[in-house]
């Protein structure tokens, strides 16, 4: 009798568990059908953009290209920003421009962001100086571009070294920062080359999709508990930017699309920043574009790539 009771209670526990997954499962997917329909409106509501004025912006990579635009861009709306390069006389040239535009302060410190330790003792020194950093770009990177087999080890440790590496010490650096304030934002630079993989850029692509991986980790452990809501995240990916890097561009459609303007992919990213968007692409169509192709089979996704072209050939 007793056995009895035991799998009479066994199999009543099974059908409980059964019946409170399939209501679980329930809610979930009626929030899943919601959030589709929230998602679908706002695609028609203009978006509401943050003030950022009050903000203290540290970008790294500002001696040139898309991080010069993001300080410029970023000083015209009125945040204290902090330009960080390796080449103090390209970075003095970004703050001199920031500075003539007569809006907020702009402040240039070199920096070898792969060096940890170096990192960390100017987050110290930056919140002596000027203050807790609440915003953190992390846009620094380089690409090599030609054949896997011909890139060195030296050039792989180095991309590694400056599109990964100085992410997670940048981040290790401030984030308390931001943990202090209860309130920050931070942008990661990945690439359309984080989201799909092409010739010529092996280790390139693998050191975004790393970005990328980073990214949705941290999100992770900052979604919930006591900073939801509160320390935010964007990842950017652009399409092939005219900033030098892209040595020799393959372009199929280049009316359709062609070379960015830094300039432009700046204000991108400072309005993903300002309306707290996870990831974008620039321009905004890839990510459907990526996002439907992941579902098709994996030769359906390979033969529409090929039809929209695009890629690097070999600098070497």
Same mark, same amino acid.
């Given at each position: ?13 099974r ?8 209501l ?5 997917? +009626?929030? !899943? ?7 679908? %409106?706002?695609?028609?509501?203009? =978006?509401? $953009?943050?003030?950022? *004025? ?17 300080a ?9 920003? +902090?330009? !960080? ?7 003095? %040239?970004?703050?001199?421009?920031? =500075?003539? $535009?007569n809006?907020? *302060? ?14 960390l003792?100017l ?24 054949p896997?087999?011909?890139?060195t ?12 590496f ?66 935010t ?10 900033t ?24 991108h ?28 089979p ?19």
């Open positions: 009798m007793e056995n009895d009771n035991t799998s009479d209670i066994a199999v009543m526990k059908i409980f568990d059964i019946v409170q997954h399939t679980e499962f329930l809610i979930v997917f +009626i929030r !899943i059908i919601l959030e589709l329909c929230i998602s679908l %409106v706002q695609l028609f509501i203009p =978006k509401k $953009l943050k003030d950022v *004025s009050k903000e203290i912006v540290l970008i790294t990579g500002t001696g040139h290209g898309i991080g010069r635009e993001l410029l861009h970023y000083t015209v709306l009125g945040s204290t920003v +902090i330009c !960080i390069d390796i080449n103090e006389k390209n970075n003095e %040239v970004t703050v001199k421009k920031a =500075k003539r $535009l809006a907020g *302060s702009v402040y240039s410190y070199t920096c070898d962001v792969t060096d940890r330790n170096a990192v003792q987050a110290d020194r930056i919140k002596n100086e000027i203050g807790l950093v609440s915003v953190l770009v992390n846009n620094v990177g380089i690409m090599p571009t030609h896997f087999e011909q890139q080890a030296d050039e792989i440790r180095q991309v590694f070294e400056i599109n990964v100085s992410q997670f010490w940048t981040l290790q650096a401030f984030l308390p920062h931001m943990k202090q304030q209860n309130h920050g934002h931070i942008t990661a630079m990945s690439s359309i080359a984080g989201l799909v993989g092409n010739a010529n850029v092996v280790p390139y692509c693998a050191s975004k999709f790393a970005v990328r991986g980073l990214m949705e980790a941290l999100h992770e452990e900052t979604r919930t508990g006591p900073y939801k809501n509160k320390i995240g964007s990842v950017i990916y652009p399409y092939m930017t005219n030098g890097l892209c040595k020799k561009p393959i372009i199929k459609f280049p009316s359709v699309l062609g070379l960015l303007d830094p300039k432009v992919v700046a204000e990213i400072v309005e993903a920043h300002r309306a707290n968007i996870r990831e974008v692409t620039i321009p905004s169509s890839l990510l459907y574009i990526n996002n439907w192709c992941r579902v098709l994996v030769n359906c996704a390979l033969l529409l790539k090929d039809f929209i072209g695009g890629g690097l050939g070999s600098d070497l």
